[in-house]
Every structure is written in structure tokens, then in C-alpha cells.
């Protein structure tokens, strides 16, 4: 067997994200949701397993450790893995991976402690059978990942198989899109009631806009995935996961305007194919404007996140002017609006001209970004 029926689960997560992740395991039931960096680790049965993966909107894995032990070099790595019975997980005729993610002044580089933890199960097949199993980097039977942290390696399956940022739903990006988990992420923190205006003037590929819309119309954000990871593990329970994928089927709900606006007819035309691909062409109005240009709902609240684009070729005085032109146009357009802006341009936003009533900071990729609220108030702010 691969998991009791009460096992430990880490739900790795980008920065900044760990609290609202632990929210959405907490709300799926799971027990004693525990913040760590980076990750939430919690505990349930099999069904939990499956619901994570189907339901978590803010998760990139799902990990199930399996082994926990400690090395100080190469050699204490391969004797621990090739002492671990790998044959009761998988045979011969199984692929397999191993990720490895290594921050430790004891090994000289992640590469090099994968590639030695691979020889290990492999030698320890070749040893006891006089066959090894095959590596598949694309499409293994079972990724196994491998953490050290100083001395400390834990040894995980990894039940989700591609990020679970992989929706499934996208047939196009546009360049530098929107990671979906942490716009699933952005719209937690925004606090979106999920029946109010949401707006997206900048929305790229539909990122945000379907997100938003999967959220609003309790729609599982891994209903659109062919394949999840633990289908290929021996203990894989194909009836229990079909009750479960059955009960998150869309559900008709409410439709609060939900609206998609960009200059670019090739964003927008993009967004148009993957709210299709994702049966939510009716959900989300699109828009081919500029800011300027475009007026959201007028309706007594909403809000309204924005990615600013940022080419690294403006000179710094066109980025700065920008940022001044979205401030101006949200005093005007936006009043009963919580405006949301998430950029890594520190100074630029200093431009925006309003004061932030909240600021968090997050991570796209390795730049340090500012997810900043600016509530825009009808009349004057003293009253409020």
C-alpha cells in the first residue's frame, strides 16, 4: 500500500500564499492544517487526497512523504534510498522521476542529488532482479520528489503529476502570462465576494477572468485535467475518484458581471479561446480597449485586480507616466470600486497618487511583487 488511510499531505504553495492555502484545505475538511514555508501540511484519508487535487485553487502539488531521514553527503544519500523498499511502490515495468530541490551547503547542486538518488533505485532493482525500471521526464508512472534541506531529506510521491497550476482549460498564452494558481491566489486575498462586479482592464490571456468565474460558479479548478498523478499508483481507487470528480461537476449559479478588457486584439482573442476551451464564454464579457477607454459595471461595489504590463524596454519616465495615467482614470471610472494592483515596479506604484489601505508581498516567478488595495470611494473619504 502507498498511503494509510490517515496520512500526512504538504500542499506546496508560492510565497506569500501559505495562509490563504491553509484556509481552502481547512474549508475542504482536512485536519490540523499546519503553515509552513511555502507549503500547508495537513492530514486526511484517500478522498482527501483526490479532493486536494481536484479542489485546492492556490496549490501547485500535493506530496505525500514517505520516507524522512538524515545525510551529510552523497553516500549517506544513495544508502538511504537504496535501503528503502521501492519494489512494494512500483515494478520493472514502471517509469519513473525524481525532482529534486536541494538547499543545503552539503550537496553541491539539486541535478547532482536526483542523479544519485536515481542510481540508487535503480541499483537496488538491477541488485535484486537483474532489471531496472525506465525514467520518463515527461510522463512518469511515479515522481518522486526529493528535499534537502541542510541535512535533512524527505522523500515524497507526488500525487498531483504536472503542476496543479495546469488547469487544463488554457488552449493559448500570451506572452509572460498570469501563473493561474497565483491569480487564484490574488482573488482570495482580494477578498471578492463572488457576486459583485469583478474587473480585469489588463487581462492578458483571461487568466484572472476565469478564475474568477470558476470560483463564482463553484467550478473545481482541476475538473479539466486529463490526469492526475496518484491514477497511475497501484492503490489508485478509480471509483471512489469518479464520486468524487461526479460531485465537483459544474453547478449553474449566479452570474455576477464578470469582465475582461485589453488593448491587444491578440490578448483578447486568446482570452476568447480559453474561456471556450473552458465552457465559460457566457460567464465573462471581454472588451478590446484600453483603460481609457473601457467603463466597468456601474454597480454599488466590485473589484477590480490589475496586472500592469511592464516591458523592460520603456524608459523608466514612460513606466512612471503609466502608472500616473491608471491612478487618474481609477479616481474618475472607479468609484465604489477596491481596486487591487500587483506589480514588481515599486517605484511606478509610488505613481498610482492614492494611499494603499492594504499591501501584501508576493512573488511572480523570482521578482519581488507589491499586491496593493486602493479603495475608491464615492464621495468623500472622510465620511466613510
Same mark, same amino acid.
Given at each position: 500500500?502507498?498511503?494509510?488511510?490517515?496520512?500526512?499531505?504538504?500542499?506546496?504553495?508560492?510565497?506569500?500564499?501559505?495562509?490563504?492555502?491553509?484556509?481552502?484545505?481547512?474549508? *475542504?475538511?482536512?485536519?490540523?492544517?499546519?503553515?509552513? %514555508? =511555502?507549503?500547508? &501540511?495537513?492530514?486526511?484519508? @484517500? /478522498?482527501? #487526497?483526490?479532493?486536494?487535487?481536484?479542489?485546492?485553487?492556490?496549490?501547485?502539488?500535493?506530496?505525500?512523504?514517505?520516507?524522512?531521514?538524515?545525510?551529510?553527503?552523497?553516500?549517506?544519500?544513495?544508502?538511504?534510498?537504496?535501503?528503502?523498499?521501492?519494489?512494494?511502490?512500483?515494478?520493472?515495468?514502471?517509469?519513473?522521476?525524481?525532482?529534486?530541490?536541494?538547499?543545503?551547503?552539503?550537496?553541491?547542486?539539486?541535478?547532482?542529488?536526483?542523479?544519485?538518488?536515481?542510481?540508487?533505485?535503480?541499483?537496488?532493482?538491477?541488485?535484486?532482479?537483474?532489471?531496472?525500471?525506465?525514467?520518463?521526464?515527461?510522463?512518469?508512472?511515479?515522481?518522486?520528489?526529493?528535499?534537502?534541506?541542510?541535512?535533512?531529506?524527505?522523500?515524497? *510521491?507526488?500525487?498531483?503529476?504536472?503542476?496543479?497550476? %495546469? =488547469?487544463?482549460? &488554457?488552449?493559448?498564452?500570451? @506572452? /509572460?502570462? #498570469?501563473?493561474?494558481?497565483?491569480?487564484?491566489?490574488?482573488?482570495?486575498?482580494?477578498?471578492?465576494?463572488?457576486?459583485?462586479?469583478?474587473?480585469?482592464?489588463?487581462?492578458?490571456?483571461?487568466?484572472?477572468?476565469?478564475?474568477?468565474?470558476?470560483?463564482?460558479?463553484?467550478?473545481?479548478?482541476?475538473?479539466?485535467?486529463?490526469?492526475?498523478?496518484?491514477?497511475?499508483?497501484?492503490?489508485?481507487?478509480?471509483?471512489?475518484?469518479?464520486?468524487?470528480?461526479?460531485?465537483?461537476?459544474?453547478?449553474?449559479?449566479?452570474?455576477?458581471?464578470?469582465?475582461?478588457?485589453?488593448?491587444?486584439?491578440?490578448?483578447?482573442?486568446?482570452?476568447?479561446?480559453?474561456?471556450?476551451?473552458?465552457?465559460?464564454?457566457?460567464?465573462?464579457? *471581454?472588451?478590446?480597449?484600453?483603460?481609457?477607454?473601457?467603463?466597468?459595471?456601474?454597480?454599488?461595489?466590485?473589484?477590480?485586480?490589475?496586472?500592469?504590463?511592464?516591458?523592460?524596454?520603456?524608459?523608466?519616465?514612460?513606466?512612471?507616466?503609466?502608472?500616473?495615467?491608471?491612478?487618474?482614470?481609477?479616481?474618475?471610472?472607479?468609484?465604489?470600486?477596491?481596486?487591487?494592483?500587483?506589480?514588481?515596479?515599486?517605484?511606478?506604484?509610488?505613481?498610482?497618487?492614492?494611499?494603499?489601505?492594504?499591501?501584501?508581498?508576493?512573488?511572480?516567478?523570482?521578482?519581488?511583487?507589491?499586491?496593493?488595495?486602493?479603495?475608491?470611494?464615492?464621495?468623500?473619504?472622510?465620511?466613510?
Amino acid at each position: 500500500m502507498i498511503m494509510a488511510e490517515d496520512n500526512q499531505y504538504i500542499a506546496k504553495t508560492f510565497p506569500g500564499l501559505e495562509e490563504v492555502l491553509a484556509g481552502e484545505i481547512r474549508a *475542504l475538511g482536512a485536519d490540523q492544517a499546519e503553515v509552513l %514555508k =511555502r507549503a500547508v &501540511k495537513f492530514r486526511g484519508n @484517500k /478522498a482527501m #487526497l483526490y479532493r486536494s487535487n481536484l479542489h485546492l485553487h492556490t496549490a501547485l502539488k500535493v506530496l505525500v512523504p514517505i520516507k524522512k531521514f538524515s545525510c551529510e553527503n552523497e553516500d549517506q544519500l544513495y544508502q538511504a534510498l537504496y535501503e528503502h523498499p521501492w519494489e512494494e511502490l512500483f515494478n520493472l515495468y514502471n517509469t519513473f522521476v525524481i525532482d529534486g530541490v536541494v538547499n543545503s551547503h552539503l550537496f553541491k547542486h539539486s541535478h547532482y542529488a536526483a542523479l544519485k538518488a536515481k542510481d540508487a533505485i535503480v541499483d537496488r532493482f538491477r541488485n535484486k532482479y537483474n532489471k531496472r525500471p525506465s525514467i520518463d521526464k515527461n510522463k512518469p508512472d511515479f515522481r518522486i520528489n526529493l528535499h534537502i534541506y541542510r541535512d535533512q531529506c524527505t522523500l515524497s *510521491l507526488d500525487s498531483s503529476g504536472e503542476s496543479l497550476h %495546469k =488547469r487544463g482549460y &488554457k488552449a493559448k498564452n500570451v @506572452k /509572460a502570462p #498570469l501563473n493561474e494558481v497565483l491569480a487564484a491566489g490574488l482573488i482570495l486575498l482580494s477578498g471578492w465576494d463572488k457576486s459583485s462586479s469583478f474587473v480585469d482592464p489588463m487581462c492578458g490571456s483571461g487568466t484572472l477572468p476565469i478564475e474568477a468565474a470558476l470560483m463564482a460558479h463553484n467550478i473545481a479548478p482541476g475538473w479539466y485535467r486529463q490526469q492526475f498523478g496518484f491514477e497511475t499508483w497501484h492503490d489508485f481507487d478509480h471509483l471512489l475518484f469518479q464520486e468524487l470528480k461526479n460531485k465537483s461537476r459544474p453547478q449553474p449559479g449566479k452570474h455576477p458581471p464578470i469582465h475582461g478588457c485589453d488593448i491587444s486584439q491578440q490578448a483578447i482573442e486568446t482570452s476568447k479561446n480559453n474561456l471556450q476551451q473552458a465552457g465559460l464564454s457566457k460567464q465573462v464579457m *471581454l472588451f478590446e480597449q484600453s483603460l481609457a477607454q473601457y467603463t466597468p459595471p456601474n454597480t454599488d461595489k466590485g473589484v477590480v485586480i490589475m496586472n500592469p504590463p511592464y516591458d523592460q524596454k520603456l524608459k523608466e519616465k514612460d513606466i512612471l507616466a503609466f502608472y500616473k495615467s491608471i491612478g487618474d482614470i481609477l479616481k474618475k471610472k472607479y468609484e465604489g470600486y477596491d481596486v487591487w494592483i500587483f506589480s514588481h515596479h515599486m517605484k511606478a506604484l509610488k505613481n498610482i497618487g492614492l494611499h494603499p489601505s492594504s499591501k501584501c508581498t508576493l512573488y511572480n516567478g523570482p521578482l519581488e511583487c507589491k499586491f496593493q488595495k486602493y479603495s475608491i470611494y464615492k464621495g468623500s473619504l472622510k465620511k466613510k
